[in-house]
């Protein structure tokens, strides 16, 4: 089954769930101890600790091939990546006009001070290698630029790096002209460069679903996948030229302005991973090229982890220092924010909510449980997800009612690792299917969203990933690739 | 099942034994960065307590300035009060006379703006308002700077009132300015009984005298 055969629509899918989950319980009827409702308990078995030790080594072994086989959640991915580079590009696009009062020539927060600042406290921004207004110029057009190939999936993993350059360069510059939503997405940047978030919903997963087929033809079914792959990896000249470029534009800023030995190692070292994946898609397909996809997907799938314990981290200490304060346990705390003047955009419309005691009181006390409740709801998926409903509400609430639209969409951004597969799924067949009608078929979702992630030939060395994860320098999914539908199973948390 | 799943099966077991041992390599590395991640980060957000009182140092080198957070989001009590920041001027004619101009409410300016903006800029949502943050927070009673913070605190409120006034102002150079800030409590919900005195308060800082080099760079 290849990309565009991929069965469209969210039930097929839904269907696959639940097949799994069947699947599972099937396999628990073969368990020594596997309790099912409908029987007569069988005696508690003698704790045998050998059978136990291979249990644990069965789980062990099932869990080690999960985490080096897949990038897990690769949709979760995606919509992180998606979520946050569209809220840094509209900030970036909604502060065009203030710019340079921001972070350029004409802030208050003037170089010299930044300087100072960061010279004390060493925080990575290009704009502190010079004063010049049209590097910031520069600078600006460029985190733009790279927020939108960001969003798009164009060479994700040099544009993740970009980004991140961006977001830091742009942030440290005028640190206080930040507010909560900066700091999260300063965190996320960070954090999505050492993701494979373009396995979907991307254009280089699209290069990748148009390439595949066209391989597979030319070598024919049974013919060794490698071959195309080179040929393909061969042609690709953009990746080349970006890989070189990089090269040129680090070298002139090891040797000119100069960068600090951590981020020097940092950056050369993404550089040198890029010129890696593509040297051994190219010469070495088999088992080094193994080995990287391996290295890639534990890479990804730790910083999922950070990302998703982040998220968690947020919402807990939001939560708990909330305990103790006096407003909140008093039911009125949700009350005083929307009376003050820096977070009243309609002032008429928040006196709708705080004329009523009982409405602040439920926002006050809802609020913290929410918060306290979330991490702990993780283990259980309807729980998360009626949770999750909720705070994305109360973002949503917080983006119009306290004028803070950016903050509140970096945040749903963040919440969004949570989303079940399933509804991401829905929601891209949805989206696909209204890209396809506006634009009769040719749109970017159509195939590129179909294109799975990552299990298709990981660990093989066959097929996947490609350009959505080597930017500088995509590899060619050759087409025996199966796609499998995105199932639950495959998210980390869904 | 489908071809995947048994190709997955195959994965790490299928390798060479260097190739095993990279991948068992690269699993250790993955897992301790991400263990030290999550710790460093966690005890950076948590209350003060044994651990990060006892390694409060490496803490900081780790965490400071790429991975800093706070997210005591409005806790452990959101902000009772509007607090404004006022600014005036001395300004100096052509003729040698001087003038202090009134005082100017450059927060109510901010909130004006604010007001029907579904999209405020930082500009007039954050500059000012954590601006004054950080000078009060680096600041102590008597208006003395506290370390470097302090310093380029009171640089950056002065570049930020001096923007705002610009160098000419009421047809004379600006001399000098002075900021006071004006606090005033959220008067209680009209459904609580609780009584609070809402009589704005000023605090009055001393006059900055304006040299040539305040606005370098600005427009």
């Given amino acids: 089954m290849t990309a565009h055969e991929r069965p469209d629509g969210p039930r097929p899918d ?3 769930v639940d097949d799994s989950r069947t699947g599972e319980h099937r396999a628990d009827e073969y368990r020594p101890d596997g309790h099912r409702a409908d029987r007569t308990p069988p005696p508690p078995p003698p704790f045998r600790p050998a059978e136990w030790r291979a249990r644990a080594e069965a789980a062990a072994g099932k869990a080690l091939a999960r985490v080096t086989g897949t990038a897990l959640g690769p949709y979760q991915a995606a ?12 900030f970036l696009l909604r502060e065009l006009p203030h710019r340079r009062e921001l972070y350029g020539p004409e802030s208050p927060w003037g170089w010299e001070l930044a300087e100072r600042l960061n010279d004390a406290n060493e925080a990575f921004s290009v704009l502190m290698w010079t004063e010049s207004g049209v590097w910031f110029e520069c600078v600006y057009a460029l985190a733009v630029l ?12 040099t544009m993740s790096v970009l980004f991140m ?12 002209m930040g507010d909560g939503g900066d700091n999260v997405i300063h965190l996320m940047s960070i954090y999505l460069v050492l993701t494979r978030c373009g396995r979907v919903w991307s254009l280089d997963a699209r290069r990748a679903a148009r390439t595949a087929p066209a391989a597979s033809a030319a070598s024919g079914p049974t013919a060794a996948p490698d071959a195309p792959a080179a040929a393909l990896v061969s042609r690709d000249v953009t990746g080349v030229v970006l890989w070189t470029l990089a090269a040129l534009a680090l070298a002139v800023a090891t040797f000119g302005p100069g960068l600090t030995a951590g981020w020097a190692l940092v950056f050369w070292g993404l550089w040198a991973v890029q010129g890696l994946w593509w040297l051994v898609c190219r010469r070495a397909p088999g088992e080094p090229r193994a080995v990287c996809d391996i290295v890639a997907n534990l890479v990804h799938n730790g910083t999922m982890v950070v990302i998703m314990a982040e998220v968690c981290f947020i919402y807990a200490t939001a939560g708990w220092y909330k305990i103790q304060g006096s407003r909140w346990q008093d039911g009125t705390a949700a009350y005083y924010p929307m009376k003050l003047d820096y977070f009243a955009p309609w002032p008429a419309l928040n006196d709708l909510f705080v004329g009523n005691g009982l409405m602040i009181m439920i926002m006050t006390y809802g609020t913290v449980i929410v918060q306290v409740a979330f991490p702990f709801t993780l283990f259980n998926r309807r729980v998360k997800n009626v949770l999750l409903f909720v705070m994305i509400v109360e973002h949503l609430s917080i983006a119009v009612l306290l004028g803070l639209p950016f903050f509140s969409l970096a945040m749903i951004a963040a919440d969004a690792v949570f989303l079940p597969t399933v509804l991401l799924v829905w929601l891209g067949t949805r989206a696909s299917g209204l890209a396809g009608r506006l634009r009769r078929g040719t749109g970017f979702g159509a195939r590129g969203e179909g294109v799975p992630a990552g299990d298709a030939g990981a660990g093989s060395g066959a097929a996947e990933d490609t350009g959505a994860d080597t930017g500088a320098a995509p590899a060619v999914p050759h087409g025996r690739a199966p796609v499998p539908a995105p199932t639950a199973e495959r998210a980390p948390r869904d | 099942m489908e071809p995947h799943e048994e190709r997955r099966g195959g994965g790490v077991a299928a390798l060479s034994a260097p190739g095993r041992a990279v991948v068992a390599i690269a699993v250790a590395v993955v897992a301790v960065a991400v263990a030290v991640h999550l710790t460093m980060v966690f005890l950076h957000v948590a209350p003060d307590n044994t651990l990060s009182k006892e390694h409060g140092r490496t803490i900081d080198d780790y965490v400071l ?3 800093e957070q706070n997210w005591k989001l409005f806790a452990p009590n959101p902000l009772q009060q509007n607090i404004h920041v006022h600014a005036r001027a001395r300004v100096t004619k052509d003729d040698g006379a001087s003038e202090t ?6 927060s109510g300016m901010d909130g004006a703006n604010i007001r029907g903006n579904p999209f405020p800029s930082h500009t007039v949502q954050n500059e000012l308002r ?15 700077a506290i370390g470097l913070r302090g310093e380029l605190s009171q640089a950056y409120m002065k570049r930020i009132v001096l923007e705002r006034f610009g160098t000419e102002l009421n047809g004379g150079t600006v001399d000098r300015v002075q900021l006071r800030s004006a606090v005033t409590r959220v008067a209680p919900p009209a459904w609580s009984s609780e009584k609070i005195d809402t009589k704005t308060e000023y605090r009055v800082l001393p006059w900055w005298s304006v040299g ?8």
């Fill in chain 2, 65 to 67: 300035p790429e991975f």
């Fill in chain 2, 212 to 219: 040539r080099d305040d606005l370098k760079g600005s427009k």
């Fill in chain 1, 79 to 90: 919509v992180v990546r998606i979520g946050f580079a569209a809220t840094w590009l509209l």
């Fill in chain 1, 14 to 16: 839904e269907h696959r």
């Fill in chain 2, 130 to 144: 954590r601006g004054w943050d950080f000078y009060s927070g680096s600041h102590d009673n008597d208006h003395r």
């Fill in chain 1, 146 to 157: 790279a927020s939108a190939a960001l969003l798009l999936g164009w060479r994700t993993r």
């Fill in chain 2, 101 to 106: 101009t009134g005082w100017v409410n450059l």
């Fill in chain 1, 165 to 176: 350059v961006g977001v830091l360069s742009l942030q440290n510059r005028s640190i206080f």
